[in-house]
């Protein structure tokens, strides 16, 4: 049977072991009064524990490890940060006859094997998620807090990357509301590219062109790259010559890296996304300021509907005539720019100034957003979850990527109430 220590570490803080006449290695009896409290920091696993040996009251902290010779392999007895240790806590005892001047309790015959079987069970189990079999099992209490929980871990972490952006742009949050926009309307093959373009064209520069769309479009596109071949389309044309003069105008450097058309649905290209920013730009330059004054999801909607111009509604590229179709954002776009952009905005935004009213906004529009369809979502249906809306979704996300793929069931809700069951 392989035991971890963070295993032991979660057996410990839930007591899940027979407590029954405890005894140290040196036969003196022992009461626990409290296990203490779990420390992810450094030093010791418990802070504040208390414990009885042989009837003395003992206040100070406890260390687990898988094995008591452990305690010397890391390093402890020359570590003042383990000098008020007062109890070490193994699973095996294999210094027999050396005293660490310690009290050592051995876990090995007192921890349920089923509970055991089952953890390791999960850690070599391949799949969606290892609990897969069980998870239905847990009630619906437990689901609805730990969601709860997941959706802020998610928006506390999305929030944290807001916040060093806006810090890169000295606290000018228009600029990352831009910046964070075009890195959603590049999706995942062009996020970082779009991103880019964007920092290559400040606010500042984009405003003086609020209501010349093609100058818009002819820089966004001329930054990507999308310009520099030869055309024989009028429109292209034009979008090329604005470009030159900008770019030396406002000595524009392009950004490295080119934007990709390959695996995308053509409604997705590039070039339709670059135009529908452009007209998003020309709508408002104050984006943000907008957005915070909004109260209700379906205005946020109007804003953010908007279609890419005239020329594009026949085209999919550059010199590529086809037949008429309006490109408008779309639904399933503007939803991504909520959950993606918006909300996280608000989020830390209302993080940021101690404004709660905003981060309640944030969670409110997830909430009446529809969920994300993705891989990740399609797999938590065909094990019987569904999600209702866009925090349901984002919970999901959340829990698959940063729990279960990382094999992090000690410290998922789901986890501790199915090993509760075994134990």
Known sequence: MNMTERLLQFIWQFQYFNRHQLCTTEGSALHIIHPGKYNTNQG????????????????????????????????HQQDTNYKNVILHVVWQHDMPGHSLFVPVLVLENRIAAILLGQYNEWMQKPGFIACAGAIKEVNDLVWTAWTERLLAERMLRKSGYVLQLLETNKQHWEETCWQLLANNFGMRVNAGAFENIARSLPLSILARHKNQVAVLEAMLMGQAGLLDQPFTDDYALLLQREYRFHQHKY????????????????????????????????????????????????????????????????????????????????????????????????????????????????????????????????????????AKNASHSQALLELKTRYCDEKRCLDCAVGNALLKQKR
Request: hydrophobic share 40%; glycine share 6%; charged share 20%.
């Open 44 to 75: 010791p696993d418990f802070l504040e524990a208390a414990i009885k040996i042989d009837g003395i009251t003992l206040a100070g902290n406890i260390e687990l490890h898988v094995y008591s010779s452990d305690w010397n392999r890391h390093g």
């Open 251 to 386: 000595q524009l450097r392009k950004v490295s890296g080119n934007v990709f058309f390959l695996r995308m649905r053509p409604a997705a290209f590039p070039t339709i996304r670059l135009s529908q920013l452009a007209m998003l730009l020309h709508s408002s330059m104050h984006l943000f300021a907008a957005i915070k004054e909004i109260s209700s999801l379906r205005e946020l909607c109007m804003l953010l509907n908007v279609s890419a111009n005239d020329y594009w509604h026949y085209h999919y590229r550059f010199d590529e005539p086809g037949g008429y179709q309006v490109k408008n954002l779309g639904s399933n776009m503007i939803n991504s720019i909520i959950v993606n952009t918006v909300a996280p905005l608000l989020f830390a935004c209302g993080l940021y100034h101690k404004e709660q009213s905003l981060k309640e906004k944030a969670i409110q529009w997830l909430t009446e957003t529809d969920a994300e369809k993705n891989n990740i979502t399609k797999g938590w249906h065909e094990i019987g979850i569904g």
